[in-house]
């Protein structure tokens, strides 16, 4: 039976101890990639449409209790910073910029949370197949070597062993790579939004500011002379 026609098990089996690390590393970046996954999609928010009714709340409203409770309807760490530093309001602007900071540290922790093992697993696995593959020829050899061309099924076996680990290393290591690179770029685009809505919420306190709104007032409060 051909490697391509034959069971896992098979496949496993002529690929030697290296198979069995290969298949917990890609079984270990799979979990990660589905959890990573749902993450990364619940923390997406239409961040247009977030600003919007955050701005509307502080400079049309004149609340910054709505544009709390407003931070609150959403999930994901966009919400979570612009909140924080509404929190802050009234205060210095290099306390306001150094909690936003502190707030976006912790978020982005949490985003990148486990991508280590990916990007571990990405690049570990070739080398475990090219291991595989040096190991396979080695024994190849020794067969060679002790009995000659009189049992060239010893051979095989070892050259079988060679091929079958470096095939299972890059497969695994591709597809893992990809999805790495696709949770960073999620994950960069994040940090853009964030730098935009950071920016967006000073230049709307400094607006706030100079209209005299503070921070206790509400929907439809006058701002204290």
């Known amino acids: 039976m051909g490697k391509f026609g034959g069971t896992i098990m098979e496949l496993m089996h002529e690929g030697g101890p290296v198979m069995w690390i290969l298949l ?25 449409e977030f600003l919007a009714k955050l701005r509307k709340a502080l400079i049309v409203n ?25 929190l802050k309001y009234g205060q210095p602007k290099e306390d306001i910029e150094k909690t936003i900071e502190t707030a976006a540290l912790h978020e982005m922790a949490r985003l990148e949370k486990r991508l280590i093992l990916l990007a571990s697993v990405a690049n570990v696995s070739p080398l475990l197949g090219f291991f595989g593959t040096v190991s396979g020829m080695i024994k190849s050899f020794d067969a060679l070597a002790e009995q000659g061309l009189s049992n060239p099924g010893a051979v095989a076996a070892g050259i079988s062993e060679a091929l079958v680990t470096t095939a299972a290393g890059l497969a695994v290591a591709i597809p893992v790579q990809l999805a790495y690179n696709f949770f960073m770029n999620s994950i960069n685009k994040s940090v853009r939004d964030i730098e935009t809505s950071t920016n967006m919420l000073l230049e709307t306190f400094g607006e706030m500011e100079r209209s005299g709104i503070t921070a206790d007032h509400g929907a439809g409060d ?3 002379p």
Do not use: T
């Open 24 to 48: 917990i590393f890609s079984i270990a970046a799979l979990a990660v990639i589905v959890e990573r996954w749902l993450v990364l999609r619940s923390a997406k928010i239409n961040v247009n």
């Open 62 to 86: 004149k609340s910054l209790r709505d544009a709390i409770k407003i931070c609150e309807q959403y999930k994901g760490p966009l919400a979570s910073i612009m909140k924080a530093g509404l």
């Open 222 to 224: 006058k701002p204290k």
